[in-house]
């Protein structure tokens, strides 16, 4: 089974811990994506598995084997444990075509000539690169250049991909349709990827589970898409995922006002008895109209953007963003420009307690 | 994946590491410190009264001076002189551009000992050409200018060290964002200002690295000083070193002046090299960004015609001139003849090449020195930069700071550590040989090694090895198979920066030379200083050939490779 | 009233014309941008205007000065020009402080001291930059280095503001903070922007007219809104935001989809009486005589339908967070339709229906 299960792994730079006791396991087949802030300690994890670093502590297993526990004294070398591994810079040879990058994994492993061929030009072929195998990576862009190094990297048919941020050096359109790719080839084949990424567009496109890590290198939430997206447990996964709006909101008695106003949230209550509470929101979860009932706000700001008209709003000192299609806009006559007045109200609302978010939110 | 299976990386990180410091610690540590050593222990005890004394001595004390005086007039100079030629190239519409900073670049294949030799023969006081011309033609009771002085060792020196300032600055402003100028521009300051305000303090570090290096050049420098200098008493300290080892044979007293001498040197050394890296460090601005458009160029109008007659002429008169004078010496049956059809001959390069047996011998010794440093030291250098740049190992910041030494250590310290070292003190004797030049070659240039290959090293990024360990290669494998294939430039531009320079070295091997033992260096040197003129100068026109055709075939085989 | 104003400006490199044949009028005061993909000649535009690259032919006049004519022979250089401008790599000099960055120009001007100091501090107050006046630039993030730039640009108190990509190097969160940081200062000082960049959001959110550029010739000038609703051609269309294009063809008086031939009425919408001509149900009479042409759609203004409409395949549906995307293979054809997430739309692998809520027609690429 191509899986892999990560027990309690420490591992430290000097004075600077990354990961304190981490835990985590991907399953056989699944696309499984490690989303975090840069600097968070995700690369360090896929590194830990690749073999690169070797853990402080803790164990971990590429299916049934043990290829790195320091308690039992067992640490395997990156070339032993049969993984492919896809960098951020490609780190495409640049002495080598494109027919020789994607071979040497096949020759490492001594694959009769003919076989070896056949294999290298299917393989190539799979990311969409037949043709080019005798140009060198110099003649390459950058998204044929991380074809070269997918290719390389399934060539040898490994059960289990690592991927590096393979995207991120690309331009905004290929990136978006080399995950669609990525997704694809990981389908057909069906293969273990362990994704890394810091884009959460990227994660929400092409995983079938995603784990949110901090900024101190712990696991927030494991989940699909959509219960990450939509049920996030906390402020911290709320806002890494998408725009947040995040208004303030203070218990008067048996109500819920807004702000420093006397406008109740028309929306159910939080359930708890803090006296200061924040609902968050995205833009979409927001409803602006120009009457009927909810927030009375003012628009602050309008920003045209094309697609989607952008609105700044300010309910009695609580500022949030709501956008809303041009289309729409334009044939429901909610064109509105700076400092008319508004009405709010809401699709869907998360509590938050106002003292755990302070310190899940950095301003 | 039943496949995984413990393999033991045993040691090989540790042999690498261990080889690497043992030739670091043999070529370069034990020499120079056999020098402190040797200045300070005398009779087993520290002893730093006779240190002073010697430094005190007038003529130690003179040549202290006189180094200082020579390398600060040639910095200064040199500095002036690069960077206005480089500004000239890059930031004007001087017609010929391309063609003149080729040419600016010259001076960097020429030996600069070879141009003393060619000054002395324009302008020694009574039989150089130009003065002998001036007082014969125009009636001057003296020469036009004594080239035995400060001013001239320093014009000459200026002459073949100012490119230094000049590719430095050059590269700075040519990779210089072009927008640093345009915003200053549309700030309203014309072309002069922007100049003066902006791109000069701009560039001041790459100014100040390169004037640095010349400085650096300039103390530890013989040639130059050594052809024109002994005639009138002008001694620096490489001179006088090689003065005291060489006329008392090896005494005890001649050894210490030395290494206290070759002391002030690396000290001196390590202390601007310091400096340069203080500049380097805190000075080097981020000003190469954004999109590419041609910076823009100072019309220089009326000036466009007087400056590349400028041009022409400091490049007929510093390179061109001094060029024809070696050749046609070279060619003349006597000295002092003149330059008539009749006189010249080919004779004196036939000699040269298949008769006379010191120079068959010393262009055998330096071609065969040439090879054997430059293989050993790119290999070395190519073992010690992947271990400093590459490898995480413990006990590498002993061979990072080993790997300092070669960079600060100048040439005739490095052949004094050498005679130290090799003459028989761990009864190896090497002295009077060829293998103690070698021995000497290697210590001199593992720096340029080091350099070489680092920049190259550096270029390959961990993830193209890890690339490789991920597809299932061993470390070796990864070495042999990635690593090496994508050094090999550097590997390669080390071995000519090593080889070539050292076709015309002097200032090692003339402290190191035995009778059967001469290089080109010491045989076009000593020629010289017993009188036969003619031979040393076809000799020097032979070096010359041998290194501009190896530079120009280095120049066409690194630009096909690279496209 | 016009206050810039570039007659049939032309810019030839060799054989290669930059810009042909440029009439632009910029009115006091506004946000004027030239857009377009790398290459198209709006750099080069900014570049003539600044006075760094001569004319091949027309002339630039500002205010009703000339500034360059090469007929008459005329070219104020930069300097002369007075403009404000500021850079995609920030060019600020990281050799002087943030204080002497901004001063440079009053200094050049030879302003008294205590007018330097004035307008210097001024400037570096409007853009947040007085506690760091006497810090290098090179401390500085690329925000606060872009903030150094505009604070020179302002210190002469320009009329016009030429920015070149300004936003360009910053990560895309410190780019929309800056956009509005930029129109608040126009607010306060006055100034026109003449602003270049590749990205049609930036431009779409700042200015007040748009330029859209290709191979130096003029595809449209118009406001945001106008532009995006209202595209001259295909050209404009596809560079404003994402597209679909599919081919249709003119068969027997009923519109139906190239490779598939899948029948289109139902999938248009009803004919308004204000439609503009080429909007609405049917395609302009023009294009209908050629037989082969486009039609182009929004992904976000589609919509599903049960039945009806033009049937096809969702053959990939991505949860993105704030919306869905799926792909929809229609005959041969496939098309991208982008809906709200909390929208209903089919699963992967159904059959479904779109319909298209505001078709755009253009003549087919041969």
């Not at chain 2, 042999?15 to 540590?29: E, F, P, Y």
């Not at chain 2, 964002?177 to 309203?188: K, V, W, Y």
């Amino acid at each position: 089974m191509a899986t892999i299960q990560i027990e309690g792994v420490a591992k430290s730079y000097g004075a600077h811990q990354v990961h304190k006791a981490l835990t985590l396991s991907v399953r056989h087949g699944e696309c499984f994506t490690l989303l975090g802030p840069s600097g968070c300690g995700k690369t360090v994890l896929l590194r830990l598995i690749a073999g690169f670093e070797t853990p402080d502590a803790g164990s971990i297993r590429i299916g049934e084997d043990c290829v790195s526990d320091p308690a039992a004294g067992i640490n395997i070398s990156p070339d032993s444990r049969g993984l492919g591994v896809v960098f951020q810079d490609y780190a495409v040879w640049p002495h080598m075509t494109v027919f020789d990058n994607v071979a040497y994994p096949l020759k490492l492993a001594k694959m009769p000539k003919p076989a070896l061929r056949d294999r290298v030009m299917e393989t190539i072929g799979l990311v969409g690169m037949t043709g080019l195998e005798k140009r060198m990576p110099s003649e390459l862009s950058g998204g044929q250049q991380q074809r070269v190094a997918l290719a390389r990297a399934l060539s040898a048919k490994p059960s289990i991909m690592l991927l590096d941020e393979p995207l991120t050096n690309l331009d905004a359109n290929l990136r978006e349709e080399m995950r669609f790719e990525i997704k694809e080839l990981q389908r057909k084949l069906d293969i273990t990827v362990l994704y890394v990424t810091h884009d959460q567009e990227v994660a929400l496109a092409i995983s079938d589970r995603v784990a949110i890590m901090d900024d101190a290198g712990q696991l927030r939430q494991t989940g699909s898409p959509w219960e990450i997206f939509e049920r996030p447990v906390d402020g911290f996964v709320f806002n890494f995922m998408g725009i947040a709006n995040f208004m303030p909101v203070r218990r008067v008695g048996e109500t819920y006002l807004v702000g420093k106003g006397e406008q109740p949230v028309p929306w159910e209550k939080p359930q708890g008895d803090a006296p200061e509470w924040v609902a968050g929101f995205r833009p979409s979860d927001v409803r602006i109209s120009r009457t009927g009932a909810g927030l009375r706000g003012v628009v602050k700001r309008a920003s045209f953007l094309g697609a989607v008209v952008d609105y700044l709003v300010e309910v009695d000192g609580a500022w949030l963003r709501t956008s809303i299609e041009t289309f729409e806009a334009i044939s429901g006559a909610m064109m509105f420009t700076q400092g008319e007045s508004c009405v709010i109200s809401f699709n869907h609302l998360l509590w938050f307690d106002a003292r755990t978010l302070a310190e899940v939110v950095k301003a | 994946m039943n496949g995984i299976v413990q393999k033991s990386g045993f040691g090989a990180a540790q042999i690498i590491l261990g080889l690497s410091i043992a030739i670091l610690v043999v070529m370069v540590a034990v020499p120079v410190l056999l020098i402190f050593f040797n200045a300070f222990w005398v009779h087993g005890e520290f002893n730093i009264r006779d240190v002073i004394a010697t430094i005190r001595e007038p003529d130690t004390y003179q040549a202290l001076v006189n180094s200082l005086i020579i390398a600060s007039g040639t910095t200064f100079g040199s500095t002036v002189v690069g960077t206005f030629f480089a500004w000239l190239v890059t930031r004007t519409d001087l017609p010929y551009k391309p063609f003149m900073k080729s040419m600016f670049l010259v001076p960097f294949m020429l030996p600069s000992f070879i141009g003393a030799l060619a000054w002395k023969m324009l302008l020694s006081p009574r039989a150089g050409f130009i003065n002998r011309f001036f007082m014969t033609n125009f009636g001057f009771d003296g020469p036009l200018f004594n080239i035995y002085s400060y001013a001239g060792i320093i014009m000459v020196e200026i002459m073949y060290l100012f490119p230094f300032v000049f590719i430095q600055v050059c590269g700075a402003l040519e990779r210089m964002d072009p927008t640093l100028e345009e915003s200053a521009r549309i700030s309203g300051a014309g072309l002069f200002t922007i100049t003066r305000k902006i791109t000069i303090p701009l560039v001041m570090p790459s100014i100040l690295s390169g004037a640095l290096l010349i400085m650096l050049y300039s103390m530890a420098h013989f040639g130059t000083v050594a052809v024109l200098g002994i005639e009138n008493g002008i001694f620096n300290i490489p001179t006088l070193i090689y003065q005291r080892i060489h006329q008392s044979a090896g005494s005890f007293d001649s050894i210490r002046t030395g290494t206290v001498l070759a002391t002030v040197l690396v000290v001196t050394a390590a202390f601007i090299i310091w400096l340069q890296g203080k500049i380097l460090s805190k000075g080097r601005y981020q000003i190469i960004a954004g999109k590419s458009f041609r910076p823009m160029e100072l019309k220089l109008r009326a000036l466009r015609t007087p400056l590349l007659v400028l041009c022409i002429a400091y490049i007929a008169f510093t390179i061109v001139l001094p060029t024809v004078v070696i050749f046609l010496v070279g060619g003349l049956k006597t000295y002092g003849l003149p330059f008539t059809w009749e006189n010249l001959s080919l004779d004196n390069y036939k000699f040269i090449l298949f008769d006379y047996k010191v120079t068959k011998d010393a262009i055998r010794n330096s071609l065969a020195l040439g090879l054997g440093a430059a293989f050993i030291t790119m290999f070395a250098g190519v073992m010690i930069s992947y271990v400093i740049v590459k490898m995480k190992v413990r006990g590498k910041g002993i061979l990072e700071f080993l790997g300092m030494l070669p960079f600060s250590v100048p040439g005739s310290v490095i052949a004094l550590g050498v005679i130290l070292a090799w003459s028989g003190k761990f009864n190896i004797n090497l002295y009077n040989t060829v293998w103690i030049i070698l021995v000497a070659y290697i210590a001199r240039y593992m720096a340029f090694s080091l350099k070489a290959n680092s920049a190259a090293l550096e270029q390959v990024h961990d993830s193209l090895m890890e690339a490789a360990r991920a597809c299932g290669a061993t470390m070796w494998q990864t070495l042999r198979d990635i690593v090496l294939p994508l050094v090999r430039p550097g590997m390669l531009a080390a071995f000519f920066l090593i080889f070539l320079p050292s076709l015309r070295e002097l200032t090692v091997s003339i402290m190191l030379y035995a009778p059967t033992t001469r290089t080109i260096g010491v045989a076009i040197y000593t020629l010289n200083e017993d009188g036969e003129t003619v031979v040393s100068a076809a000799l020097a026109g032979i070096a010359l050939i041998l290194i501009i055709t190896g530079q120009t075939l280095i120049n066409h085989f690194t630009k096909t490779k690279r496209v | 009233m016009s206050h810039i104003r570039l007659i049939n400006v032309t810019k030839r490199f060799g054989s290669v014309t930059a810009v042909n044949a440029l009439n632009l009028e910029i009115a006091k005061g506004e946000c004027f941008s030239m857009l377009g993909p790398s290459g198209c000649g709006k750099t080069t535009t900014l570049r003539m205007l600044a006075g760094f690259e001569d004319l091949t032919d027309g002339e630039i006049h500002v205010g009703d000065r000339l500034f360059s004519s090469p007929r008459k022979k005329f070219y104020l250089p930069p300097e002369k020009r007075d403009f404000g401008m500021v850079f995609q790599a920030f060019a600020v000099w990281p050799h002087l402080s943030v204080y002497e960055n901004v001063a440079f120009p009053l200094r050049i001007r030879k302003f008294s001291a205590s007018e330097i100091d004035r307008r210097t501090k001024d400037a570096l107050h409007s853009t947040n930059l007085l506690a760091a006046a006497k810090d290098s630039p090179e401390n500085l993030s690329g925000g606060g280095k872009q903030r150094v730039a505009l604070a020179r640009a302002l210190a002469i108190n320009s009329d016009v503001m030429l920015l070149d990509e300004p936003l360009s190097s910053l990560d895309p969160h410190l780019r929309e903070e800056m956009r509005f940081e930029i129109k608040d200062l126009q607010r306060a000082y006055g100034f026109s922007i003449i602003y270049v960049t590749h990205d049609q959001a930036e431009a779409m959110a700042l200015s007040d007219r748009i330029l859209v550029m290709k191979q130096g010739e003029i595809q449209q000038v118009d406001t945001p809104l106008n532009v995006y609703n209202n595209p001259a051609n295909r050209f404009v269309f596809s560079f404003i935001g994402l597209s679909n294009f599919l081919e249709v063809a003119a068969r027997d008086g009923n519109l139906r989809t190239c490779r598939g031939d899948c029948p289109l009425r139902d999938a248009l919408p009803r004919k308004k009486k204000q439609d503009a001509p080429g909007e609405g149900n049917e395609p302009p009479e023009t294009l209908l005589a050629a037989q082969n042409f486009v039609l182009a759609s929004r992904p976000s203004e589609i919509n599903f339908t049960a039945e009806g409409g033009l049937r096809g395949i969702v053959v990939r549906k991505s949860f993105l967070g704030e919306i869905v995307d799926y792909q929809i293979k229609a005959g041969e054809q496939t098309l991208r339709v982008q809906k709200g997430r909390r929208a209903p739309g089919p699963e992967a692998g159904e059959a479904c229906g779109i319909s298209f809520l505001r078709p755009f027609w253009y003549a087919g690429e041969k």
